[in-house]
């Protein structure tokens, strides 16, 4: 697949819409000198090209109860098999990210529990019942420093 070439207004457009996806087109219009209409079909375009895969609302996890994040390292006992366990892990709804990775570990799971308990038991029931999971190394999330959107730079006019 070739790569959808950006150009300044491209990124001052996903600049302003990563930061804050509910901006209204006009503003951004207004921000680069050019049309409402101008930025609708760039952003359409930007879809189109797989630039932007979508938009969404962030909820804080604590204020839906969800007091515990953990990272999990898992440890594949066949790397080939790598696909299958995502498979299953995607049918985990407490598991929100799922990162197939170099070095010591074959997949890197982020996951959401309510508490401790329910961590056990995700792990115990949920996680140890996957076949080709031969290990997992749990850690803990003692505070998030700080989350962002990619950055996308841009020269604003």
């Not at 996890?61 to 790598?82: D, H, R, W």
């Not at 115990?124 to 031969?134: A, G």
């Not at 803990?140 to 959107?149: K, N």
């Amino acid at each position: 697949m070739a790569q959808f070439q950006l150009d300044n207004i491209d990124r001052i457009i996903l600049a302003s819409l990563t930061s804050n996806a509910r901006k209204p087109y006009l503003e951004i219009a207004r921000e680069c000198g050019i049309s409402g209409a101008a930025i609708h079909q760039r952003v359409h375009k930007l879809e189109e090209n797989g630039v932007i895969t979508g938009s969404r609302l962030m909820v804080k996890p604590q204020a839906l109860g969800l007091g515990v994040c953990v990272f999990i390292n898992i440890t594949l006992s066949e790397t080939g098999k790598y696909r299958e366990v995502i498979d299953r892990l995607r049918k985990i709804p407490e598991v929100v990210e799922c990162h197939f990775v170099t070095g010591k570990y074959s997949l890197l799971v982020k996951v959401f529990c309510q508490n401790n308990e329910e961590l056990i038991k995700v792990i115990i029931k949920d996680f140890q019942t996957i076949p080709y999971i031969e290990s997992t190394d749990t850690v803990i999330v003692l505070d998030t420093a700080f989350e962002r959107p990619l950055l996308v730079k841009g020269n604003s006019k």
